[in-house]
């Protein structure tokens, strides 16, 4: 059980590393319309694994609650809105295609602060994974070994475009290959280490995964809303990201029911 969660929680950093990994193969950076349908599927993927993966096991192991079963769920879910909010305000950070940095003021280059906005979106990717994973071994929540590795593959296929999102702009920008397929890497590497985190205080405090799913969920979703959709939407053709949303959000939702 400890093997297939090791290597669960290194499947998605190895789709940002591959995707990382086309800055050697791509002469070009991305097409701005290539750009909208990746970020629309990641869109999607992420949505449908914050439901089928995320809150409605949260509500299963809250079943003994009754009506209430939907409690621990609402309030993990606003928590990880809460806390991405929070890293919001308080990390300077770039988002693809922006002028002006959100966050605190910094003597942070621009290169610095878009590999900040990505890892900063990667951090619930790497809590979800995580606290499934913990639910699985722990045998407290109804996790199945191949329902974690559902989520782990879904968040990896949407990894991939995202690396290749993060280091395509960066090479453009000036910066050698070698380079900006290592902070492409880098911006990945937070989501094992938060599973890691995750599985160590889901561990702990077993009554509390319910909440720790939602938790992740609410922080997933909150970075589809605040970044990603906005993304997706912009300049001409925005309905090519509604559908490569659509698309990721059937394909996860197809990879959690086949193989959970």
Known sequence: MLTSAFIGILIPFAGTTIGSACVFFMKKSLHPGVQRALTGFAAG???????WSLLSPAMEQSAALGRLAFLPAVIGFWLGVGFLL?????????????????????????????????TL?????????????????TGSAQITAMGA????????????PEGAIISMPLKAEGMSKDRAFLMGTLSGAVEPLGALFTIWAAGLVVPALPYLLSF??????YVVIEELIPEMSQGEHSNVGTICFALGFTLMMALDVALG
Not at 96 to 115: C, N, W, Y
Not at 121 to 137: F, K, Q
Request: aromatic share 6%; net charge negative; no cysteine.
């Open 45 to 51: 993927v992420m949505v449908a694994a914050s439901i």
């Open 121 to 137: 979106h990667n951090i619930p990717e790497g809590m979800a994974v995580g606290v499934v994973y913990a639910g699985y071994l």
């Open 216 to 221: 992740a969920a609410g922080a997933m979703l």
């Open 149 to 160: 590795l559902a989520l782990s593959l879904g968040i990896a296929i949407q990894n991939f």
């Open 86 to 118: 929070l890293l919001d305000v308080l990390v300077p950070h770039l988002h693809q295609g922006a002028d002006t940095p959100e966050g605190p003021k910094s003597g942070f280059s621009r290169t610095t602060m878009l590999v900040l906005a990505v």
